[in-house]
């Protein structure tokens, strides 16, 4: 039997929503805890986290922050199967709806049909958006600043018109910075 994001979706059924979204924190938890906490002060309502999560205080936190979430095991979480039936972990690709717009959820690239709105994955740790066929695909990059000197994260609002991403990029011993601002109108 498949969770439906613990049925927290049915809370947020309005038509537009902040979504915030981390990838690949790998063994950095308080640089995603940095950025979780930014994109809370960005008014961040429901939280992704793309896989490689790799450290169960990621979840932790994730939890803590009483939003909802969702997170999709990556090529590293194997070991937090021992945790999942505490945590909102799915298996790829996760199909869910969130303000009138449907979701595939992955951490590897490889299912990226355009069967949804919106897909977000991560694995590459390069941050990438293409609004394509009526599909928006987004990788936030990697949180864990882990292949370069940043640390990476997205705020995508969604509208009933269209999709706004905030591409947001911290150094190390900064503040995270809107580095880039994307707006793809809705077909």
């Known amino acids: 039997m498949k969770?439906?994001?613990?049925?927290?979706?049915?809370?947020?059924?309005?038509?537009?929503?902040?979504?915030?979204?981390?990838?690949?924190?790998?063994?950095?938890?308080?640089?995603?805890?940095?950025?979780?906490?930014?994109?809370?002060?960005?008014?961040?309502?429901?939280?992704?986290?793309?896989?490689?999560?790799?450290?169960?205080?990621?979840?932790?936190?994730l939890e803590k922050t009483g939003k909802r979430y969702v997170a999709v095991y990556g090529n590293n979480d194997a070991h937090l199967v021992n945790?999942?039936?505490?945590?909102?972990l799915v298996q790829e690709p996760y199909y869910?709806?969130?303000?009138?717009?449907?979701?595939?959820?992955?951490?590897?690239?490889?299912?990226?049909?355009?069967?949804?709105?919106?897909?977000i994955f991560g694995h590459t740790h390069d941050f990438s958006v293409e609004y394509k066929g009526e599909t928006l695909y987004l990788n936030s990059g990697?949180?864990?600043?882990?292949?370069?000197?940043?640390?990476?994260?997205v705020l995508l609002k969604i509208t009933p018109k269209k999709f706004d991403v905030k591409y947001f990029t911290r150094k190390k011993k900064e503040e995270f910075e809107l580095q880039k601002e994307f707006a793809f109108k809705r077909d």
């Open 3 to 61: 969770r439906l994001i613990r049925n927290k979706t049915s809370k947020i059924s309005k038509s537009s929503v902040k979504i915030g979204i981390i990838s690949d924190s790998h063994t950095k938890t308080n640089y995603a805890i940095k950025a979780i906490d930014m994109l809370l002060d960005q008014g961040a309502e429901f939280f992704i986290h793309a896989g490689d999560i790799v450290e169960e205080q990621t979840l932790e936190y």
């Open 83 to 88: 945790v999942h039936n505490q945590y909102n």
């Open 96 to 119: 869910f709806k969130l303000a009138n717009t449907s979701f595939k959820l992955m951490h590897l690239p490889f299912y990226m049909s355009n069967d949804t709105d919106i897909v």
């Open 142 to 153: 990697e949180v864990c600043a882990r292949s370069k000197p940043l640390s990476e994260c």
